[in-house]
T-cell receptor, first 116, second 114 residues
């Protein structure tokens, strides 16, 4: 079963505009991660935010986390055509024990299209 | 930059046939994961290895799927017999033993069962 749900399912904007995607999840988490997937390719890790953090930046990316609402958002500023991809949030819920199961639970993704 | 390798990249097979996928994680990564991604969905975990041991295979359909990582390095995922519903992208990922937070994904194997 999938833990996270991204919103919107699809988003089309003009190059240079900002893109915002949201993710909601159901259970308590250790951390939340965002991944990007270009068409037919593997996933690329973008950013990780821990459950005790509220905001994190990486280049043109800004991620927020609201654990009280069980939600996160990913903002891509000054979008480029190369940002066209699917974006997934993923959660890890198992307490880190050094040897336990910690497979990520992914949402269905937001498909982002940047119009040149 | 080190990458997770997977082969083949594409596989077409007929139902009831056997298929196998191979994954070579980033050198030094003790943890290896196999995910299945159906078109339009996010990846779903099938099995997780820590070195050569299975840590979690609760979502692996064991009647037809098997996975092994005999020497704790590369891994093979097998499906026998393949069914039409197995058509999907099979992704392998690896991570450091400590911390295990960031998973690095391979390019995937796209399987089509006819």
């Amino acid at each position: 079963s999938q833990q996270g749900e991204e919103d919107p399912q699809a988003l089309s904007i003009q190059e240079g505009e900002n893109a915002t995607m949201n993710c909601s999840y159901k259970t308590s988490i250790n951390n939340l991660q965002w991944y990007r997937q270009n068409s037919g390719r593997g996933l690329v890790h973008l950013i990780l935010i821990r459950s005790n953090e509220r905001e994190k930046h990486s280049g043109r990316l800004r991620v927020t986390l609201d654990t009280s609402k069980k939600s996160s958002s990913l903002l891509i500023t000054a979008s480029r055509a190369a940002d066209t991809a699917s974006y997934f949030c993923a959660t890890e819920t198992t307490p880190y024990s050094g040897g336990g199961a910690d497979g990520l639970t992914f949402g269905k993704g937001t498909h982002l299209i940047i119009q040149p | 930059e080190a990458e997770v390798a997977q082969s083949p990249r594409y596989k077409i097979t007929e139902k009831s046939q056997a298929v196998a996928f191979w994954c070579d994680p980033i050198s030094g990564h003790a943890t290896l994961y196999w995910y299945r991604q159906i078109l339009g969905q996010g990846p779903e975990l099938l099995v997780q290895f820590q070195d050569e041991s299975v840590v979690d295979d609760s979502q692996l359909p064991k009647d037809r799927f098997s996975a092994e990582r005999l020497k704790g390095v590369d891994s093979t995922l097998k499906i026998q017999p393949a069914e039409l519903g197995d058509s999907a992208m099979y992704l392998c990922a690896s991570s450091l033993a400590t911390p295990k937070e960031t998973q690095y994904f391979g390019p995937g194997t796209r399987l089509l069962v006819l």
